[in-house]
Structures are given as C-alpha cells and as structure tokens.
C-alpha cells in the first residue's frame, strides 16, 4: 500500500485534476493542499479525505484505498495492520462446519511398502486425507501432528462436518512466533494461527493444542529437513517445509520411534486451550484469571451484566433442579462479592455495542452463562440491570460500541490484561450449552494494542446517556423514571449540570406523553 501524499499525486496525475480546484472544494488553501499532495502534512479528518475522493470521482476500492492510507498515515503501517488483525479476528469470528476436501484419497494398496516417497503437494495431500480419513473411523484412534495450523488443506480434513463426532484423540503441538521483527506478512502469525485452531476445539472434543515459542521464519526454514509430521496408529508421514515432498512409512519400529519423539516434544509445550464444560468450571477459570487483576478490557458485544447481578436475582433464575444448585449459587455469590469488591482505582474497561444492549432487552439472557442454567430474566428485572449499566457509565470505564464487531450470534467473550487473559465462545449448534475458554499470554498485546487505540468505533458520553433514554422510551415504559434515577445525585455538580438538567426536564416531558400513550 502506497503512502497517502503517493497515493494521492496518483490519482491527481491520473485524472488530471486541478490543484486548485480540488483545494477550493475541501475549503482549503492552495499551499495547504500542496502540503499534503507532498506528504508534509495529513488531512484534518477522514471527511477530509472523503472530499477528496468525491471531489476526483474515485471508485469504491480506490476511495477504500485512500482511507486506508490515511490511518496508515496517523497511527504508522506497523501498528495499523495490528489493528486491523485483530478487528477482523473478531469480526470473521465464526465456527464453520466445514467439509472434506474434493481430493480423492489414495488406497491402502499405495503404501504396500514399509517406506513410500512423496514428490508432490498433491501426493500429500491425497496420503494425508487417506491416513487421516482412516484414523478418524476408527473407534480409540489417535493422531499426532506436528504441523502449522496454516496448511489449509489438513485443517479443513480434521473439521469436516462428517467427523464431528470422531471419538480419536488428536494432540497437535504448533510453533508461536516470539520474532518481533519480522515481515508485515507475519506480523501477526499467532493471532491468524489460533483463528485456524478454534475450528478444531469446536468439532472435536478430543481435540488438545499444544504450543512453544521460536522464531517462525527459523522453525520454517527451507533448511530444515523434515519439520512436519503427522502420526496415526499405522502411519507417519514426514513433510517437508515447502510441503513438495515428504514421505509415509508404516514400519513398527520407525512408528515406535516417531511417537517417542513426540512425546518428548509434547513434554516440552503448554495447552493452548483449556476446555471448559459446565458453569463451575466456568466460574472457577474466570476467577482464576482475574485474581490480583487491576487493569484491562472485558469485551463483548452483549453486556457484561454479571456484576449487577443480585442474590434474590440467582436464587430466582437458576434452574431448581440443577445439579449442585446450592453449591452453584454459593460461588456464584463469591463471584459476584469479588467483583462488586474491586477497588475504583481499578482500571478496568467494559465494552458492549448497542445491538448486544437491544439483544438483552429483547431475550433476558446474560450472555456469559449458558442457557441450560437459568431462565430468562423478566422485563422489570431487565430494566434494572440495564439502569445499573447506564450509572457505571458515568463511573466507570465503559465504552458503547456504534457498530457490534462481528456477528453478534456468535458470542464470544474477551479479557485481556497486561499479563493474562481469556476468550470464551460457545462451541456448535450441536452442543449451545459448553463452553470453550483458552489463555494465552501472547496474543494480551494485540488485543490491547486493539482496544487503546479504538477509539472510532465508541460513541460518545453525551450519546451514551441519550441511547440509554431512548431504548428504554421504545419498550413503552416510564422513561421520566429510568433518566433520574440513572443519573447519580454526585453528577449535577459537573461542569455539564446544565445539560444534565436540560435532560431531566425532557425526561419529565417523555414521562408525561408515556403515561398519556
């Protein structure tokens, strides 16, 4: 991607258009707009540029080109492409089911031989969906890979929707990157690596990920003989790293061998991902992670209710006959008493989008817990954890998101601190009601990174206090009700008294046309 001030003399140069004339329609001066044609100054704001694209008639890619060459320009090509990683980690993220590839397999017969060479992708791929295919039938299977999760063709045979329900254990051992100065191609291999792994924790159950560090150029190095291989109770296939040529042998001995060496590997790894079945799990990891926390970002598209919760509201809605039920609400309250304990000096930040506001309203469920535990809350207990929401805005870190990021059906929620973190996600429709959460110090510095400089996407204070109003005005209840007592007392002696003022007036004046409609 070119530079902004390239980019933009392109297109001057391109379409012949006069300096001054494209000067005068963004109300700019001449030396100005030479400034930034030369690159010794950036647009005042995106709507700068869009002027400009109108202004030369740009295409839809070209006018996304020269927007995207702006935020380059702001934040530096380096810390954009980390951004925009992560956004569209979140905004792809999805569980498909997926199907086996259209390759055929190779036969039995092919590898009547204790050793077989392979001299082609194809020849690997064809082995690989035959050996694998084979294993995944079987009844107490295993398969051993020592592979990069970015070899499309391996990872769409272990999703396949046919397989789902594969009782074979699959241990996969993968390379993080820890080389911070690498291309901008691999700039953020762990963050598109665990992107490929999510799949394979939701179709497979036996399923386990495991991970180290090194150098991902080194660890894929032409040099480097045979780095990959992919063991079953018959095979082992050894590949090389451009994945041209390799070979399968099925001798007892060298598979005795093979599987010795991994598990030496494996010895050598930490699980990726941890999952977890029911709500105490669930609970117990959460608390885990968040001990002796005091600074990151909750982020989820639904919001982050739970702190609001009271015990009548447990004690109400938990299903009466769940197993342990007594236990569960014992923790739940321990849970709930840790959170509501954290000190305000904590800086912590919560984020949800409108759409997951609307969501709750409509549904009474609290996204974090699965639905099999609880019933869904009734509107007047929706109303107040709703209200406690909109009066942590004013004293909290929160930030409301003008767009959800991703599809909001495929809930997924983050935590992510200085040192450690967790993502849970429910996994296949087959199975709404586990839970899937993993921790991983490595990828804390993306999502942060993501989060600090987020700014565009969050509406401001003033938005915040309206949409809290108007959403509640749209379920036809006492507005007047809701705006004064979701403004704390403490708040009319800010500098904006008047405008708070100004809204009380006019929720009084809702308040009055509701009770009259």
């Known amino acids: 991607m070119p530079d902004f001030a390239t980019l933009l003399s392109e297109h001057i140069h391109n379409k012949n258009i006069k300096t001054y004339a494209l000067a005068q329609y963004c109300n700019l001066d001449r030396s100005n707009m030479y400034k930034i044609i030369k690159g010794q100054r950036k647009p005042s704001s995106l709507e700068m540029v869009e002027k400009m694209c109108k202004f030369m ?3 839809p890619s070209e006018q996304a080109d020269m927007e995207e060459s702006y935020h380059i320009a702001l934040i530096g090509r380096e810390n954009y492409y980390r951004r925009k990683a992560v956004q569209q980690f979140f905004e792809e993220f999805r569980i498909p089911t997926l199907q086996l590839p259209a390759t055929s397999p190779s036969n039995a017969s092919d590898y009547a031989d204790n050793a077989t060479l392979l001299h082609s ?14 294993e995944l039938k079987k009844s107490g299977g295993k398969i051993s890979l020592l592979i990069q999760p970015d070899y499309t063709f391996l990872m769409n045979i272990l999703t396949a929707g046919g397989y789902a329900s594969s009782s074979v254990d699959i241990d996969h051992i993968i390379c993080l990157n820890n080389n911070q100065n690498v291309s901008f191609a691999r700039q953020n291999y762990n963050l598109n690596r665990l992107r490929n792994i999510l799949p394979l924790y939701s179709n497979h159950y036996q399923y386990n990920c495991y991970y180290y ?34 070979f399968i042998t099925k001798d007892p001995e060298s598979l005795k061998l093979f599987s010795y060496l991994f598990s030496q590997y494996l010895a050598q790894t930490t699980p990726l991902l941890r999952p977890v079945t029911d709500l105490g799990g669930q609970i117990q990891y959460v608390e885990n992670t968040m001990q002796n926390i005091t600074e990151g970002y ?31 609400l014992d923790r739940l309250q321990n849970y709930l008493h840790e959170l509501q304990s954290i000190p305000a000096s904590a800086d912590l930040t919560f984020i949800c989008s409108i759409e997951g506001i609307r969501k709750f309203l409509n549904t009474g469920r609290v996204g974090e817990y699965p639905a099999y535990a609880y019933t869904p809350l009734n509107l007047s207990d929706r109303l107040f954890l709703i209200r406690q929401l909109a009066n942590s805005m004013l004293n909290e870190h929160n930030r409301l998101l003008k767009r ?36 991983c110090i490595s990828l804390s510095g993306n999502f942060l990174f993501f989060f600090a400089t987020a700014d565009s996407f969050q509406y401001s204070d003033q938005f915040r206090y309206i949409f809290f109003y108007r959403i509640i005005y749209n379920r036809k209840v ?4 809701f705006m004064y007592n979701s403004i704390p007392q403490s708040f009319n002696s800010s500098p904006r008294n008047g405008w708070i003022c100004f809204f009380k007036f006019f929720c009084q004046f809702l308040g009055i046309f509701c009770h009259l409609y």
């Not at 020849?123 to 084979?134: D, G, Q």
């Not at 919760?309 to 769940?322: A, F, G, H, P, S």
């Not at 929620?413 to 973190?421: N, S, V």
Request: hydrophobic share 40%; net charge negative; with cysteine.
């Open 57 to 59: 008639h740009l295409s």
């Open 121 to 134: 992708h194809l020849e690997i791929n064809r082995s690989l969906l035959y050996i694998i295919a084979s």
């Open 213 to 246: 560090y090194d150098d991902i150029d080194a660890v894929t190095s032409a040099f480097a003989l045979f780095p990959y291989a992919v063991i079953t109770t018959e095979y082992a296939c050894l590949i090389s790293s451009d994945m041209q040529s390799g």
């Open 298 to 328: 909750f982020f989820q598209m639904l919001p982050c209710l739970t702190r609001f919760l009271t015990r009548d509201m447990l004690e109400t809605y938990i299903v009466k006959d769940l197993p342990h039920r007594s236990e569960l």
């Open 404 to 439: 959800a990021i991703g599809m909001i059906d495929h809930e997924f929620y983050l935590f992510a601190g200085r040192q450690y973190g967790y993502f849970m996600y429910t996994v296949n429709k087959k199975s709404p009601d586990r839970r899937r959460c993993f921790f």
């Open 478 to 481: 006492y507005i007047s009700i």
